[in-house]
C-alpha cells in the first residue's frame, strides 16, 4: 500500500510519519531554539521531607552568566496559582477530597526528593547549575513517609490531610456484597501490591517559554498530550495568562504513556518566567530527573476477597486498595485508583455483587497519575490473579472457571458503573486457547521437566474501558472537564485535506490512521491528506489523547466533520449535475447522479465549492471546511484473552517466556499494522512491570532506582516474538464502531506472566516484578516443599 | 559537565609528564565510565590526557607465553581477534558479553582494569589468567594488581599499556547479568594450567574481583561441573542489593563457576 493510492479502512498502510522521525527530521521540544532564549535549571529537594527555613540567593545571583534565580516567594508575589488535580473524589462519609496545596515551586516545604525549590536562568545550562550549586537552603529536615502501608502512621505532609489520607471512596453496594459472602460455598483471599512504575518515555520532558511584549502573550513548546488543556489550566487555575494570550505548541512528542498528559511545575515556570527574565526560556529534563520527577504509575496495596458457590459461579467480589499518590495530587491522579479502576472490577464476569474501598494517601515520593493504562491494569491484575488463584482452590480448569462466569449477554449492566455494549469473551479464549495449544501444554510441562526446567502457564482475561468518555457521566462523577474531542476537515480548492484534530500523536500514528480514514471516506490518495494536531493557534479545541481514546473519540468526531463534508458537497455536486441533492451518491471519490454515468470528482466538487459559480450562495456559502465535536454516548470495551508461557531455570532463577499469545478484540481495526505495534508495545511494558520494573524509595525516601543501572527497562531480548490474534465484535456506540488498543497489552500482560509464574512454582505469592533473585528463593521453596511431599 | 582542558599526546612520555605536571589532570580512553561520571559533576579533572593518539597501545600480539593485549584495545577488538580466539577463547567471549556495541566499540581494556569496577569483566579474566600488568613505571601481577572497590595498585598518574595474558590448558567465563545494568553480578572466569585451576570471581564480592580458592582446589583433581555440587560459597562476603541477596549471589557463582567449566570443557 503506498502513498499514492486510496487506502481503505483496514489496510497496513505504511506509518507516513517514520520517515521523518528515522531519519532524524522530527521536530521536538528540545531541537528547538528561540532568538535570545535563556536555560533554566531546577534546583531540586535532596530531602523526601523538609522544612525550608530559608532560602539564600544573593551569592547565585551574583555568578556569572546568571539572569534571573525565582522561588516560591516570587510565585506568591505574582499570585501565581497552584497546580491543581482536575478531578474530585468524594469520601464515602461525604467529604471531598483533601487536596494539598502544590505551588511550582515549594513555598514553606519539601515533600519529595526532587520537588522544586527554585529555578536559576542562565546563559548555559552549565552555568544555571554552578548558580544552583551556590544557593544556600536551609532545610529542617523532617521524617519520611515512603511505605504505603504505614503512610497514615506517618508524619504529616500536607496541613489539610490528617493521617496523609485525601480521601476514603467506595463503589459499589456493600450489603449486597456482605450478603453474597454470606451464602458463599467458598471464599478466596489475596493479598496483592502492584508496583510503582516510572514511565521512561524516550522523549524526556521539555519546555520552552517566551514571551511577546508587544502582543502581550505567552507560547509554550511542550512535550504535551494535550496542549489544549494544558493552555486552559495554566490559564484558568494557574493564572499565568488569559487563554487567548497563551499559545501552547506540542511538536513532535516521543512517547508519553501518560507522563505527558499532566501539567508539571517546569513548563509553567518557564513560561510564567519568560516575562519575569524578559527572554525565551528553556528546559529540558536529563534521565536522572526524569526518573525523580516525571508523574509515576501504579503502587497499589490490595486485599480482595472472591466469592464463589457450589457451581464455581461467583457470587461477589470485595476490594480494598490502598492507593499512593506520592507528595501531591497530580493533575488526573484522583481519577485513576478510583472511576479508573474500580469499575473495571467486574472484569469480563457476571458477577451480581462488587464492593470497593480506595484509600488514598500522601507519601514522601514524586506524585502518581496515569501510566499506560492507568487504574485498568491495575484492576485486571486484581481480577485475573484472584481468577486464577479460585480456579486452583476450586480445582477447576482455570480456563473453564472463566468461562463459566463470562458476560454473554450485551449490554451488561455490572454493579460498578459500566454498561458493557458489546463482546465476544468465549470467542477470544477459543482462539487463544488453540494459538497458545493451551491443550499441548502438559506434554511441554513434562519436557521441560526432564531439562530440569519448570514451566507454567497463565490467562489473562481482561476488559478494559476506552474513549474517555461521554461528558455529563464523567461530569457527575467529578471530572472538570467534558471529554469530547473535536474536528475539522479543511477541504483546499485543489482537494486535497487537512484535519484539524484535538487528538495529539506521540507515537501512535494518527498522521496515517487520520489520514487514510479520510482517504478512505472522500476517495483520495492518503498523500493528498495532511493530519494537523498539538498547536492551540491552530486546531480549535481539544482534549488529547490518553485511554485509547483517538480512535474512538477523536476519529469520530472527524467522521461527524466527513459526514457534513459530505452533505455540502452533495448539494454543491447536485446544483452543477443538475440533478435533486436526493439523486446524488457519492462513492470511491464521485459524485454520481443516481442510474446516470453522469459524476464529478470529488476534486472538482472542492473546486467548485470555492469558486462558486455554480451554484446559489444565498443558499450555499461557499467553501468546503467542517468541523465537528464529538461526545461519546458510552465507554468502549475492548476485551481479550492474553496467555503467556514460561519457563524458569531454578538454578538462578530467570524467567523466560516462551510463548506469548494476545487475542483482543478492539471492535474494527483500521490499521492491522499499527495495531500490532501498538499491543506488542503495550506487551513490553506489561512484561516490564510484571519481572523487571519497580520504582523503589528507600526508608529516607531517596530514590534507590534513579538510573538504568537499577531501573530494569524491558528490552528485545527479554521478550518472545508474540502470538497475535483478533476477534471481532462492532462497538455499537461510535460511527466507526472503533473500541481503541493503545494500553490493552499493558493491561492483560501482568496478570497472564504472574499467572504463568504461580503455576510453574505451584505458588500463588509471585510479587511484582518478580525478578531473578525473587523467582529462585521461590523455586527453592518449592523443591523444599515436593521434597517434604 | 565542568570545564577541563583537553590534551592529547603524541607520546607516552609526554601523557607521563602532562599527568606529573598536573596531579588533578585524569587519563581518558574510551570514555565510557569517565565522560558519563563528568556529565553528572561527580568528578572535576582540570584537565582530561586523551591517550587516543599515543603508538604502541591498541595491538593484540601473539608472545611466547600467550597473548598481550595494548591498554586502548577496544571490547569489540577483542571480542572479534582471530589471536584472542586462538590463544584463550574464553577472553574473546568475555569481551562480547561487556556492554552493548556502542560500548564495546569505545570502552577499552585499560579504562576497565583502571576502573576496577566490582561488576566489570575483565578483572576475572585477569585474576584467574593471572595476567600482567604492564605500565609506563612496571610489570604488576594480578594478585598485587586489584585492591578492591575501584582500588588498584596503579599510582598516581601511571599508565597501563598493556596486559599480557598467559596461555592455559582450558579456560571459560560464564556472567549472570544484572538484569538492570547488565554488568556482572555474578562473572566466573575458570583457568586450568597443568598443575592448577583459578577461579575467579566478579560482581559477587564486596570488596571487588576474587578468587574463589576451595573451587579451584577441588576442579584441580575434578575438572567438571558436578565436582562443584557440593561446594557452597560463604555469602558472608558477598554483596547484598535490590537486585539480590549475598545467598542468592553465592548461588549465582557457582552456577556460572559449573557454566564456566562446562565452556572450558567444550
Ligand atoms: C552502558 C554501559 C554498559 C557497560 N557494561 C559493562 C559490562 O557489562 N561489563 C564491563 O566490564 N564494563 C561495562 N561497561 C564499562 C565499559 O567496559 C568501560 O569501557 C570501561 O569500564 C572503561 O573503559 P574506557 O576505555 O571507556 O575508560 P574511560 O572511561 O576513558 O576511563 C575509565 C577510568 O580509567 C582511567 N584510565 C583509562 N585508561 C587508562 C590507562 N590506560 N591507564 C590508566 N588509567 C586509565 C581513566 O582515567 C578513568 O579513571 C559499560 C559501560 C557502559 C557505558
Given amino acids: 500500500m503506498n502513498d499514492s493510492t486510496v487506502t481503505p479502512i483496514g489496510a497496513a498502510v505504511r506509518r507516513k510519519e517514520d520517515q521523518r522521525f528515522i531519519t532524524g527530521k522530527g521536530r521536538y521540544t528540545d531541537d528547538l531554539s528561540r532568538p535570545g532564549q535563556a536555560f533554566a535549571y531546577f534546583l531540586r529537594s535532596p530531602h523526601a521531607h523538609a522544612t525550608i527555613r530559608g532560602i539564600d540567593t544573593a551569592a547565585a545571583k551574583a555568578m556569572p552568566g546568571v539572569v534571573g534565580i525565582l522561588t516560591g516567594a516570587d510565585l506568591a508575589a505574582d499570585k501565581i496559582g497552584d497546580l491543581i488535580c482536575g478531578w474530585l473524589v468524594t469520601s464515602k462519609d461525604g467529604t471531598p477530597m483533601h487536596m494539598g496545596s502544590h505551588p511550582a515551586l515549594a513555598k514553606d516545604k519539601v515533600r519529595y526528593v526532587g520537588d522544586h525549590v527554585a529555578v536559576v536562568i542562565a546563559e548555559t545550562l552549565d552555568a544555571a547549575k554552578d548558580a544552583a550549586a551556590a544557593i544556600a537552603v536551609d532545610y529542617e529536615v523532617l521524617p519520611a513517609v515512603a511505605d504505603l502501608a504505614a503512610a497514615d502512621a506517618g508524619a504529616q505532609i500536607h496541613d489539610n490531610a490528617p493521617r496523609n489520607i485525601s480521601y476514603e471512596w467506595e463503589l459499589g453496594d456493600k450489603a449486597a456484597t456482605e450478603a453474597a459472602f454470606a451464602r458463599a460455598a467458598h471464599v478466596t483471599k489475596i493479598d496483592l501490591v502492584n508496583n510503582r512504575l516510572a514511565p521512561n518515555a524516550m522523549e524526556p520532558r521539555a519546555a520552552i517559554g517566551e514571551y511577546d511584549a508587544g502582543d502581550e502573550a505567552y507560547t509554550l513548546w511542550t512535550t504535551s498530550q494535550n496542549p489544549h488543556v494544558a493552555r486552559l489550566v495554566l490559564s484558568a487555575f494557574v493564572g499565568i495568562a488569559p487563554e487567548h494570550k497563551l499559545r501552547v505548541i506540542a511538536p513532535d512528542v516521543g512517547g508519553g504513556f501518560g507522563s505527558k498528559i499532566f501539567i508539571y511545575a517546569e513548563e509553567t515556570v518557564c513560561t510564567w518566567a519568560a516575562k519575569k527574565v524578559g527572554r525565551p526560556v528553556k528546559w529540558t529534563a536529563d534521565r536522572s530527573e526524569a526518573f525523580l520527577s516525571d508523574a509515576h504509575g501504579r503502587d497499589h496495596i490490595s486485599h480482595a476477597e472472591l466469592a464463589t458457590d457450589a457451581a464455581g459461579k461467583i457470587l461477589g467480589f470485595k476490594v480494598h486498595t490502598r492507593a499512593n499518590l506520592g507528595a501531591y495530587m497530580s493533575t488526573f491522579s484522583s481519577c485513576i485508583p478510583t472511576y479508573l479502576y474500580a469499575t473495571l472490577l467486574s472484569g469480563q464476569y457476571a458477577i451480581p455483587a462488587i464492593h470497593c474501598e480506595v484509600d488514598a494517601f500522601y507519601t514522601t515520593t514524586a506524585p502518581v497519575d496515569a501510566y499506560r493504562g492507568a487504574g485498568r491494569p491495575e484492576a485486571t491484575f486484581l481480577v485475573e490473579r484472584i481468577m486464577d488463584k479460585a480456579a486452583r482452590e476450586l480445582a477447576i480448569d482455570p480456563a473453564e472457571f472463566r468461562r463459566r462466569n463470562f458476560v454473554t449477554q450485551f449490554p451488561h449492566q455490572t454493579p460498578v458503573i459500566m454498561n458493557y455494549d458489546a463482546g465476544d469473551y468465549g470467542a477470544s479464549l477459543d482462539l487463544a486457547l488453540e494459538m497458545a495449544d493451551y491443550k499441548g501444554f502438559p506434554a511441554r510441562r513434562a519436557e521441560a521437566e526432564a531439562r530440569g526446567k519448570l514451566r507454567g502457564i497463565g490467562l489473562s482475561n481482561y476488559i478494559e474501558a476506552c474513549g474517555i468518555a461521554p461528558s455529563a457521566a464523567v461530569g457527575s462523577l467529578g471530572a472538570g472537564v467534558g471529554l469530547w474531542e473535536s474536528a475539522e476537515v479543511r477541504v483546499n480548492p485543489t482537494g486535497n485535506v487537512e484535519v484539524l484534530t484535538g487528538s495529539h500523536s506521540h507515537g501512535q500514528g494518527h498522521e496515517t490512521t487520520f489520514a487514510q480514514l479520510v482517504s478512505a471516506r472522500l476517495g483520495i490518495p492518503i498523500d493528498q491528506v495532511s493530519v494537523v494536531h498539538g498547536d492551540t493557534d491552530k486546531v480549535q479545541f481539544g482534549m488529547g489523547t490518553y485511554g485509547s481514546r483517538s480512535g474512538a473519540v477523536g476519529m469520530s468526531a472527524i467522521v461527524k466533520a466527513l459526514d457534513k463534508v459530505e452533505a455540502k458537497a452533495k448539494k454543491i455536486a447536485a446544483h452543477i449535475l443538475e440533478a435533486a441533492e436526493g439523486d446524488i451518491e457519492f462513492k470511491d471519490g464521485r459524485f454520481t447522479v443516481a442510474g446516470t454515468d453522469r459524476s464529478l470528482a470529488f476534486a472538482e466538487v472542492a473546486l467548485n465549492a470555492y469558486v462558486a459559480h455554480k451554484f446559489p450562495t444565498s443558499e450555499i456559502e461557499p467553501g468546503l471546511k467542517e468541523g465537528a465535536f464529538y461526545d461519546p454516548t458510552n465507554f468502549t470495551f475492548p476485551a481479550g484473552c492474553h496467555i503467556c508461557e514460561v519457563e524458569v531455570d531454578p538454578e538462578t532463577g530467570v524467567t523466560r517466556i516462551v510463548n506469548f499469545t494476545a487475542v483482543d478484540d478492539f471492535g474494527v481495526v483500521i490499521n492491522p499494522m499499527i495495531v500490532e505495534g501498538q499491543v506488542h508495545g503495550g506487551i513490553a511494558q506489561g512484561v516490564g512491570q510484571a519481572l523487571l520494573e519497580g520504582v523503589t524509595y528507600d526508608a529516607d525516601g531517596q530514590l534507590v532506582t534513579g538510573s538504568y543501572m537499577d531501573y530494569t527497562m524491558p528490552r528485545a531480548d527479554d521478550l518472545p516474538s508474540f502470538k497475535l490474534g483478533l476477534t471481532q465484535t462492532r462497538c455499537p456506540s461510535n460511527p466507526l464502531g472503533i473500541k481503541g488498543c493503545g494500553e490493552a497489552g499493558a493491561i492483560a500482560a501482568p496478570a497472564a506472566v504472574i499467572n504463568a509464574l504461580a503455576d510453574a512454582l505451584g505458588t500463588q505469592d509471585v510479587p511484582m516484578p518478580a525478578t531473578p533473585a525473587k523467582v529462585w528463593a521461590l523455586a527453592k521453596t518449592r523443591a523444599v516443599r515436593q521434597a517434604a511431599e | ?266
Fill in chain 2, 1 to 266: 559537565m565542568y570545564a577541563f582542558d583537553y590534551q592529547r599526546p603524541a607520546a607516552l612520555a609526554d601523557a607521563a609528564a602532562l599527568l606529573k605536571a598536573d596531579p588533578e589532570a585524569k587519563i581518558l580512553a574510551g570514555g565510557q565510565t569517565l565522560l558519563p561520571t563528568l556529565k553528572q559533576r561527580l568528578a572535576q579533572p582540570t584537565a582530561l590526557v586523551d591517550l587516543a593518539r599515543l603508538p604502541g597501545l591498541s595491538a593484540i600480539e601473539k608472545t611466547a607465553e600467550g597473548v598481550a593485549i595494548g591498554a586502548l584495545v577496544k571490547h569489540a577488538a577483542v571480542a572479534t581477534s582471530d589471536v584472542v580466539r586462538a590463544a584463550i577463547p574464553a577472553l574473546a567471549d568475555l569481551a562480547g558479553l561487556i556492554g552493548d556495541p556502542a560500548v564495546r566499540n569505545r570502552g577499552t581494556l585499560g579504562g576497565s582494569l583502571a576502573n576496577d569496577d566490582p561488576t566489570a569483566d575483565y578483572p576475572a579474566a585477569v585474576l584467574a589468567l593471572n595476567a600482567t600488568v604492564v605500565t609506563d613505571r612496571r610489570s604488576i601481577g594480578a594478585g598485587d594488581y586489584f585492591q578492591g572497590l575501584f582500588t588498584t595498585a596503579l599510582e598516581e598518574g601511571e599508565i597501563i599499556t598493556r596486559v599480557d595474558f598467559p596461555q592455559v590448558e582450558r579456560a571459560g567465563y560464564a556472567k549472570f547479568r544484572n538484569p538492570a545494568s547488565r554488568y556482572a553480578m555474578a562473572g566466573v572466569f575458570v583457568a586450568k594450567t597443568a598443575d592448577a585451576v583459578r577461579v575467579a570471581v566478579t560482581g559477587a564480592g564486596q570488596s571487588g574481583v576474587f578468587l574463589w580458592e576451595e573451587a579451584g582446589d577441588i576442579l584441580a583433581s575434578d575438572f567438571s561441573p558436578a565436582a562443584l555440587a557440593r561446594l557452597e560459597l560463604d555469602p558472608a562476603d558477598l554483596m547484598s542489593d535490590l537486585h539480590g541477596s549475598a545467598e542468592y549471589r553465592a548461588q549465582l557463582v557457582k552456577a556460572m563457576a559449573k557454566r564456566a567449566v562446562a565452556k572450558a570443557l567444550a
